[in-house]
Structures are given as C-alpha cells and as structure tokens.
C-alpha cells in the first residue's frame, strides 16, 4: 500500500493551523513520521532531526547519499542552544536574520546525531519563515530536518499528489502536507554562512546578502 497524504491548509489570516491540526502533524513527527511544511525558499521534508530511523526515512524518499547531510529546522534560539554551541556570531545572525532564509553552520552539542544531520561535529541551523511551521517545530520540542522536497540532484517537487506519489515514500505511511504556495517568495536556497572559526564563511550564496551578514556580525562583536 503506498503512502497517504492528509493535506492541511494553514488559515490565511495568521498562516497558522488549527491548534488541533498542528498537534497531530507534531505527534507524527514524534512518533517516527514524515511531513511536509511551507517555508519563504519552498516545501521542505521534515522528519525529527533526533530519530535517526526517521532521518534515515527522509532519506530514502530523497534518494540521497546518507554522507550528504541534512540541515535541521529549530523554532527558537533556545532550541537551537539545545543542540548546537552558539556562538555570539551566532546568535547575532539568528537573533537578527531569522526567521528567514538563511541557514547557519555551528558546533553541535551531543543532543544530535554523530551522522545524518551532523558532519565533522558541526550542525546547519535553520529558522524558517513560516507561521505553521514554527508553530509544528515548537508543538514537536525538537528540531526537525530542514530538507527541500525533491529527489536528490533534482528540482523541488510540488505538493500536487501525483508529483509526491514519484517520490519513494514508505509503505502504508501517513505523510501531512501542509499547503500555503503563498509562502514561497525566493526562487534560491537559503544562504548558508559558516560560523565554527572566528570567522565566519559563506558556503553558498542566496537571498540573504554576505554585506547583510557582515552587517550584523559587526555589530555583534561591537566592531
């Protein structure tokens, strides 16, 4: 039996679900499943970014080699302080940049995975701007994968069911999808700055300018 997928539309006054939709989307993902969540760069595949079983899931409907890691998706400084050792820099970015398209690489704390979201002890931080889905990342406790919804190495998919039934979900599973097309307002991938040194590095560029980053940077180190 092949996957089913429960679609949910977030309300267009708040882009918020209904608080009892929003649990049940948050129980899914606690309990080893998988769904898919509107973000500002396109619909991402997020699984519970502590469950190796259901990282591994993610995985598999991507298609993609387990050594080219996922990014994570966290609702909050604290929550990003859960599992990753922010930095000053850090926090300034996160503090001023997000929620927004930008994703930042730090060092992990031993709260994640030593595989599979994590390389070389470091971790990408996400805060994605959408109503929904911060408020399902905040409902689950956790940071969830921060993953765009495609087949490794192709273009985004839509969340139109036929596109999603190409993708190799698993068998029998229950997979919410939240619409909100709306949401989408960049073409590109978050921009993706390392901070693990006393300097930090642009590792792709994108929405978010690397002059808007050092902006802020500065300003954080009182420079």
Not at 146 to 168: C, K, Q
Request: with cysteine.
């Amino acid at each position: 039996m092949v996957a089913k997928f429960e679609y949910l539309a977030s309300r267009s006054s708040t882009a918020l679900l209904r608080l009892g939709e929003a649990a049940r989307v948050a129980d899914a993902l606690r309990g080893g499943g998988l769904a898919v969540l509107p973000t500002e760069t396109g619909y991402m595949l997020a699984a519970l970014a502590t469950d190796e079983p259901a990282i591994l899931r993610a995985f598999q409907v991507k298609g993609r080699d387990v050594a080219n890691t996922m990014h994570i998706a966290c609702s909050s400084l604290e929550m990003a302080r859960d599992v990753a050792r922010i930095t000053p820099t850090a926090a300034g970015l996160l503090g001023e940049l997000t929620p927004g398209p930008i994703t930042v690489v730090v060092n992990q704390t031993p709260r994640l995975p030593s595989r599979l979201v994590t390389v070389n002890g470091t971790v990408g931080i996400r805060v994605p701007d959408h109503p929904a889905t911060l408020q399902i990342i905040d409902s689950v406790g956790l940071p969830i994968t921060a993953t765009s919804l495609n087949r490794a190495g192709e273009p985004p998919s839509s969340i139109d069911r036929h596109d999603l039934e190409l993708l190799d979900w698993p068998a029998e599973s229950v997979v919410y999808v939240v619409e909100d097309d709306n949401a989408i307002r960049y073409t590109s991938p978050s921009t993706l700055v390392r901070v693990t040194g006393p300097d930090l590095e642009i590792l792709r560029a994108g929405p978010i300018t690397e002059s808007a980053i050092r902006a802020v940077r500065a300003t954080a180190s009182g420079l």
